[in-house]
Structure formats: structure tokens, C-alpha cells
């Protein structure tokens, strides 16, 4: 059975009650696979529900957002393209008391998913000599098709939980030369959460703090300029009428404690060669994924940082 088909019955289901405990399932936790014994299924931001021992591809996910590009490449050459690849991860359990910042579910691997992926993707075959997989990749680290891609993404794992053979597996991607960039986590908490992860990973690494004067931030598009003025926030948590001139004018809704300034940070290998870079406090990817929702976002963000940082992004930890 083709996986979108499986993916409508189940979301039939869910939606006719036809499952007691499926549903209750559904409504009790702020994610359906709340622990190790628990269900694949994860609710999306809009996308319905997506079946993570499933789904292999952005492509075969539904926009939530205002539809995403298609195109081609040449017959023969479908494997001869760069694939945007996005890592598949469970989070932990939600924090008691759940702190004033938060404003819903705790977030993990599927936010941005799948618009984010297929846009820049769109992006990068339309303004660069790239040719670009039109479908993207997910993958989860225990997956042994991993190494057949040397970039991987990873959003919101603040709350990220590893199991053994996934800390395994991630630290064999990583030292047979894989690089993960990560983007869209906040705060200090987060922070945390997700250094504690890495440290499971590669516990040797120390992170690196880069500024604006790292070739990533110029190889393609020159971003040189104060770290500050590149953060992108949530769309739905922008503050329109903040004073630009004021610098200390909050730039979005409170993220909690630590949210307030950007920062990227880098574990590096032997060679100083980066293995995962990590854009903190900054939603880069929501500037890809919500382009086509609202102009003033799109001219201020999406167009000026987003795109521009993303091909940046992917040129340097492509050639480095």
C-alpha cells in the first residue's frame, strides 16, 4: 500500500473514533509517541499525522503551509544531486511544571517539516548551479542509509531523547565524516537538553563559538555583520512593531530565559573541520518554510537571512 494511502486511513481513523484507545492515546499526550513503548505516530504542526517507521521522504508529506515547488532533473541523473536530509528523533517527557514559556506541546524533529525542506531545497536549484533532489530525505540515525548522505538537519532538539543505538549511530555518521546542522531551538533550557545529547554522542568535543567573521557567513552571500541582526524569529511570535533602532527591543514573543541572543557554536573534529553546527536562538528554517504566508516576513527575513544563511550553509559544509 503506497505510504500517503496509509497515511489517510490512519488519519481516517483518528477522525471517526473508530479506535478508543487510539484516540485516547492521541488526546492524552502532547506527542502520540510519548516513550520508548509508545506508538510512531507523531501529530504535525499541519501536516496530519506522519508514521516516523514510514515515511522517507518530505515529498510524500502534505503542506501546511502555501504548497511547495516541483521540479526535475535530468533522466539518469536523479542521484547525482545534493539531498536535503532531515534526522528523526523522539523528545523526553514534558517538564513539570511546564515553564511559562511554553505555549503548547513540546516541539521535535517534524517542525517546519515538510515546506521548510522542499523550499530551500527549490532554492538552492533556482539560485545556484546546484542540481537539487526535488523530494529530500528523513532519516533516523539507526537507519543504514545514513552515510549515503553527508548532510543532515535537525529542528527543535531541545528535548531530544537518544536511545544507545541511536548515539551509536550518530557518532559513526559523524566521524566517518557526516555534518549536522541544527536550527530552531531556544533558551537556556534547551540549550541544555540538546548539548547533553551531543555529549553522549562525540563526549570528547567541546563547542565552539564562530562570529560573523567565519567564511560560512560570507562563502556565497556576505552576511558580515553583527550576529543580532541575523536572527530570525518564530513568524507567529514576531513583534511587528518593534523599533529597529532600539537594540534591545525584543525581537519576538518571550522564548524563555536565554532566548534573547543568537549564537552559533560548532563541535569540530581533529582536522578543526565542523561536525555539527548549531544556530541557537534563531528560526532560520521557519524564513524557508514560511515564504509564501506573509510579505513583510518574506522581504524581512526569508530574503535578507534566511535564504542567503541557508545557501551559505549548505556551500561551506558541502566543500569543507
Partial sequence: MPRYRKQLILAAIFALGASASFAQLFRGSPNINED????????TEGS??????????????????????MWRNPPAFEKDVFTFARAIFRVGPTLSPRPSFHRGRRLGWWVDFPDADLNLSYRLQQMTSMKVDPNGRVLKFTNPELHQYPFLFMEHPGYMQLREPEVEGMRKYLLAGGVVLVIDFWNDLEWAGF???????????????????????????????????????????????????DPNAPLQLDRGEGSEKMSVRALLDDQQRIM???????????GWEREGEDNDYFRVFSEKVSYPLGINLIFYLMTH
Fill in 36 to 43: 520508548d513503548e509508545g506508538s510512531s505516530l507523531v501529530r
Fill in 48 to 69: 496530519g499525522i506522519i508514521d516516523e517507521n514510514a515515511v522517507q521522504t518530505a515529498r510524500e508529506v502534505v503542506s501546511h503551509s502555501t504548497g511547495t515547488p
Fill in 195 to 245: 548539548a547533553g545529547q551531543m555529549k553522549k554522542v562525540l563526549p570528547e568535543r567541546n563547542w565552539v563559538e564562530f562570529d560573523t567573521n567565519h567564511p560560512l557567513f560570507n562563502c556565497v552571500f556576505d552576511l558580515r555583520q553583527p550576529m543580532q541582526s541575523l536572527q530570525v524569529p518564530t513568524m507567529q511570535f514576531w513583534l511587528r512593531d518593534r523599533d529597529p533602532r
Fill in 276 to 286: 555539527v553546527l548549531a544556530i541557537h536562538n534563531s528560526d532560520v528554517s521557519d
